[in-house]
T-cell receptor
């Protein structure tokens, strides 16, 4: 089975400051890795994904994440946040094989302060 | 392509009543997933369809829950004899493909409140 741990439940940060949202996962098999964003009363939107290849992946809205296999981590970063980035962010994994569902972490609430 | 559509967006019901939610996936998407999201938690997998076949069910899906996708298009999720613990956001997602990675697109969810 897979599991995802998001180490921070809430992250406050000032506008234009950098931010890192941490994600660690546990799995006995290889996985795909994802970050989703959820705005209030909305569904989830895919920010970025790691499937294979380069460990640094770039996503929408200026976000990027780095896959570290030895540390089983997939931390999300943005060099300069905006007020509009205030949202809930979810890290998720999925097994490579089979039609398995996504397994999500509990989420990190990013609050950008003006 | 209008995205994944869920109806209703909000539902308030009394404990013990039955409720049914509908999900219309993106046209031609053959995979459809249901997730439940409680306050302060990430989405948790409930069940999954490939076309009309229900291929996997989570242990979270008690016998009060039933899901269908009769023609391989829209899906319904019914909760019988609702309990306060059923209060949550119910999310539907769809994707296209049979093997490997395909992106799952999520609907805006149905928020259920059981009073």
């Amino acid at each position: 089975a897979q599991s995802v741990t998001q180490l921070d439940s809430q992250v406050p940060v000032f506008e234009e400051a950098p931010v890192e949202l941490r994600c660690n996962y546990s799995s006995s098999v290889s996985v795909y890795l994802f970050w989703y964003v959820q705005y209030p009363n909305q569904g989830l939107q895919l920010l970025l994904k790691y499937l294979s290849g380069s460990t640094l992946v770039k996503g929408i809205n200026g976000f990027e994440a780095e896959f570290n296999k030895s540390q089983t981590s997939f931390h999300l970063r943005k060099p300069s946040v905006h007020i509009s980035d205030t949202a809930e962010y979810f890290c998720a994994v999925r097994r490579l094989s089979g039609n398995t569902p996504l397994v999500f972490g509990k989420g990190t609430r990013l609050s950008v302060i003006a | 392509d209008t995205g994944v559509s869920q109806d209703p967006r909000h539902k308030i019901t009394k404990r013990g009543q039955n409720v049914t939610f509908r999900c219309d996936p993106i046209s031609e998407h053959n995979r459809l997933y249901w997730y439940r999201q409680t306050l302060g938690q990430g989405p948790e997998f409930l069940t999954y369809f490939q076309n009309e076949a229900q291929l996997e069910k989570s242990r979270l899906l008690s016998d009060r829950f039933s899901a269908e996708r009769p023609k391989g298009s829209f899906s319904t999720l019914e909760i019988q004899r609702t309990e306060q613990g059923d209060s949550a956001m119910y999310l539907c997602a769809s994707s296209l493909g049979t093997t490997g990675y395909t992106e799952a697109f999520f609907g805006q969810g149905t928020r259920l409140t059981v009073v």
